[in-house]
């Protein structure tokens, strides 16, 4: 799958407590999770007595130069990287969101979402609150000042007002507090990082930083780091984990563990149970790059079919390409993959892709390989139909665009111009995936109240 | 007067309702009060249906580009230009401030200031509501949000819980209203721009779109502008005028027009009155460039002595411009302002400046001076005293650095290292500006309660 | 006279020898100077052992960051700002043009013109030399390393080669030599700066660094900066003297010497001369912002009139101001210059420009003044007529387009739509500046063959 | 072999004739072949009068917009992508080079090396030639100018003084020339794009613009487009063709043609290869990414053994990435690539490279695998030993930095820290790639004379 055909609205977040210079570390941490999210990046400190913000459009590296990581001094940091949504790409919805208050200001950062976010802002807003951007950021710091008590008690009340499914971290001038959503959807682990703590939506943070895994933050669980220590909370219930799937199947990196699990090994499986139903008698496989080649080179030795590179992936596609002419953008796909013809020329091919959202990706790659000369295209499909749309965190995909929830396997088939096409049965993918898992969008069995997209979900 | 050496919090704010490309003009509008405010910049724009919003940090030019102005279509714009007061020149503090909310988004921006702004905050704080920046921009729309009725109902109340002297300018999608503090501390124009109007903080952006002034907005008034027309609506009930008298002495442009006068005139009037009491006789007079010409000119006139350039100024000093070396830091004045020696070289000098405030301006300027050779130098200020703080738009202006607070005239003479030292009495300024002005920097006699400052005054 | 208006192409040089931090130094010097030109800077440093280059389209602010300062370590520096002509703002013509040799690398810039430049380039080209760029720093770089002999030998058979004005420096790995062309039509000054040297174009760089003035480099002198000290030669015969008499009406800072005369003097001298003229009873004199200034108001002082400030000048306007729209763009000049119509309106007006050019700013600043309500308009110009182009580096100034050259007083007065016009007669002037000064743009004389320039001149 | 580990000075032309917007096509075409160097890149255009050109520092993308290339209309177009060696990264060496002249302008890129450009240099200065830079492009250029004749005969007797190897394009206001050194060492190949042509260092140019592979362009040949047509003229005597072997194993994409042969194919065989040698039984295969993916993959699957992937590389890692603190800076090499402990954790590992030039790449994967837990890694490179440095574009590439001429394979195998290390034969290899390779790096045998370099080779 083609990562800019998609435009959900994923993101990730990191948190560090405890070491000097730890905007330096945020710093690190954000870029070994840049893959979930190119828009917009945030990063703020803790020095004990003040919070201090830095945040762009754009990557990582373009934010925060060495001189501006310098003057954030602090031993507590907060951070995520964000991916917009079509339309919003607004400076206002890059977090952190920093609340400035006389009993004490803090910064907060979110991933997932809250799906009665529409109902809890329009009830805000009558009740007289305002909203400068459009992000559960800044709705989460508006319940958590809007209720009573201790800090902690008001952050377990706009825990139990908003449903759904979001993670955050939050840096007070002294604290740092971490929550992961009560269903577990999306990942966040804890490490070690010299005497200190590091948070992040993917392990690979800790890779960069060296840090040492510990666990992952339990679903419904505060994480309390102070003076004092750590200290855990169990906010909310109990709640059957149900830890996105899609994780495994292509937003994370291959080196990263979600939910307990190797992200690279699920893929592996995948490509050996898809292997098992295979019947085509291909010359070899080849997987779309980058993110199907885990699969694909499992489903290619399990199938004892020669592994190969046809496709090949310019490396140096930034967000300002430019397609001058009308005619050069039609050929988009070209300017970012390009196919071997001498590999492919007069071969029946098995091709291998991680998913199919939109299609717009397997339509397009078969266009290349038919143009290079393939003679056949079976593509193989490493998880099951996508057939629901997501509501935690990647609101864009509309159910009414999913090539899964409009057209049946044979008029897909059509559709991307394909020999023959199959996708894992939801039945094999669930024995490469932990039992608590999301299955959301393959089954539309929603692990929470959808709230305010109730009506939005069409069998 | 030289701008640089001062830190107060000025700003512009600007308005136009009813002509197509509305940015564009606005765009223009704020680069004509650019010297309101050299650190940040945004300018908002409605079409009927949405609110779009560019802000930045720096100038005009530098955060407005042709392609951005062409797609912020629209009739209705407000915008400001911001000049920041240490440490808060965050990206947070730039207004407008948008408000989005389901029952209508709006953007607002606000010059001046609001006395009791603190306490509100903390009030509107412990009610639970959020502040992501220390603007009153961010405020008030609080106080609209929070309030009941309909939007100029809203706008009513929000006026009457906040004292002090804020101007606003507020676009809802279809709507654009004017407000002027009800003390008309600040002034705010209304022009005729082809059919539509244009709203300004200084006249200048009149002339530069070829408007046509049309009046003052009045002390408390309100005005809304809408499909059908424009509406006047008085909201406070009448209050003395005190329209701020630093205007004609410091901050506006010599071409523009405050409460009816032109500034220009006002200087050469203060000149005339200094040079009436003048003793000394000295070869001739030289201003601080570039605020302090029009009044020395006219004493120079009036006294019957040669105006002479004697001080130069450097016109490419950007905010970028670096000094390598901690020496040269130290020559700061020197890059900025050359005395020219063939002309001062043994003179004895009648140096005019505007005013006095922190009083570094007039100590470096006099250095200038006898290092070019000047044999006597004899400071004139064309304006009286400072010695009282501001509460309304220059909360900088801390009492205990103003040199006229600290210091005796004897000993700020000595201070600036000047032969002798007269400013001008107040009893004469008040004959050169209009009666119904705030004196209040001069004379301690503030218009409105003074609130969370109260006790921020010395006698 | 407005500079944008103007086309010419003027340029400034510095050098900097036996200081340490030279790159710094040279800074600040070409700051000093960045009136003369802000299309392009560059500078270039040796230690000893490399010449270093830094060059750029812009502002000297724009293109030395501190860093990169720091980075360009040495004793030596020479420098260059730089004004473009039409169409040729490539990096290419930005100065100093280094020369990398296996007999050692230097680094040239120049001021001026050579007037056989075109001869000599396609005399080298016959002979298999390539240029890169149009400069003239990249010919007499070629006419370096072309001759034979010791280096100042080789710069002595380059000076021979060519004619017109061409001041230039020139940094070796550890010699300086400093070159004023033997007409002397371009100044450049000595300073003493701590334990080594400063020279300069204009002498507002050594104010900038507090260096002291020593004396003018003489016309046709060499001079050479070593370890072994300073040397003179005098490489070309005596000729007479002629510098540029515009240096003092227009181009140079009122505060710098040039040819041993402060600018400043120069023009009230002007303004007194031109006043001995005056017939016409005006209510007041004002001057075409900034460099009108000093003339006019000596002019107005000797008229015994008021000296008035009735049009204000934006000082915030840069390279990058965009006129969004047709209509707008063709208001370009108020964007820059206002009136103030309370001063003007219905008053008769002595303007005082210093020189017309092609009469673009003399007709805009008159339509100006008559839309803001003046009554009569009396053009005074303090200095002669322009008739001749100027070969010696202001090549744009097209004969054809002269307005002086094109149309007699009376059509003037008509084109600029003033009731009456008078420019101050050659005689006058003459009693202005020193004996040796240029006077080719009024008279046609010129000091030097024009060579290539020959037939471009008409009577 | 980690790209940036290596500092050789690898660059790519490209040419177009023929084609409205040739700017356009020229942008596409550099784009493609950004992997031959990303520090510098020019372009430049002529329309049949005149030639225009852009360039800049860093990548494709950040030089040339929209509006640039829409300016830089003409038919025919060169360009350039550079990647600079250290201390030459000015912008002086980014080609084309433009020569203007009165007998006519033209611009020029090379790629490669002329091995008498030292001599040739130090000739024509001391003959009074100036150079600015230090590339081959100047060099050629001044060669041309210098000599006599029509601009094929002075291209003809340019290519006779230098001697190497050294690509280049070049074109006049009308016309466009393509030369291919006489040895054929770097590949140029020529396609059909629209109604004219695009030439390229890599045929993956004519994939992104849809153009039609015509054929290489031929060692010694001289292709000149124009009006009339296209011209092949036989510049030089044939020699025996010697195109660069590692092309195939690391330069080039592995969806290019060169000298006939695909990439990725030559790729494959050397996997094949180094399959049939192997006798560790090892758990399964990896390869360093990405260069070394075709290899392993093919190395793998003619074993037997399962291809894993177990190195992440990250994506997002651009020119301005910083190391916050110096601890992190040693950490560099995490920044880049992750190994996937899961993956490699207790495992015999067979680990492919595609090369080993100073061996810093072998030496850091080999570590990130210990520290990942693996149990055994043997390193397999899949050519042979590089025992001698290459003088013909990749300069950097010195002798006595390389691991192969200073190590055994047994000092190697320890200071990379592996259990087994073994290289390819000369004797596989051979049988992998074109007869007509280059193997100097291999074997020392030089196609061409080696001039100023004679003395640089040890044995």
Redesign the interface.
Known sequence: MDQTQVVQDSSGIIAIYGVE?AS?YG??AL??I??RG?DGVGLAVSDGKNVK?QKGLG????N???PI??QMTGYIAVGQVRMATDGDS???NVQP???????GSFAIATTGMITDAVSL??EL??D???????GDG?LI??LI???DGKFVDKIRQACKMGTGACNFVIATKDHLYVYRDRYGVHSISMGKLKDGYVFSSET?SF??L?AEYIRDVKPGELIVLDENGVRSIQLDDTKKQATCAMEYVYFA???S?INGV?V??VRKLCGYYLAKQEDVDADFVIGTP?SA??AA?SF??NLGK????GL?K?????S???H??QE?RE?GM??RL??????VRGKKILLVDDSVVYGLTARRVSQLLHEAGAKEVHLRIASPIIKYPCFYGYEKTEQKRLAGFNYTEEEMRQYFNVDTLRFMSLEDFKKCIPETSCLACFNGVYPSQLADYERKVEE
Chains 1, 2, 3, 4 share one sequence.
């Open positions: 210079q330096q710093y690190l870029h070994a840049q893959h190119q913000i990557l990582v590296n373009e925060m130069s060495g990581l310098e607004a400076l206002e969101t920093v609340v400035r208050a006389h009993q802002r329009e807003e009558d007289g609150l305002i909203f400068q951007g459009t800044e710091a508006h000042q809007w209720t690979s890779t960069i060296q990196r291959p080196d563990i190797n690279h090994q980058d080649s885990s080179a290619a030795r020669p592994y190969e590179i090949i310019n490396r140096y596609i930034g300002t390409f430019i001058p002419t050069q050929q070209r300017v390009n196919a071997i013809s001498s590999v």
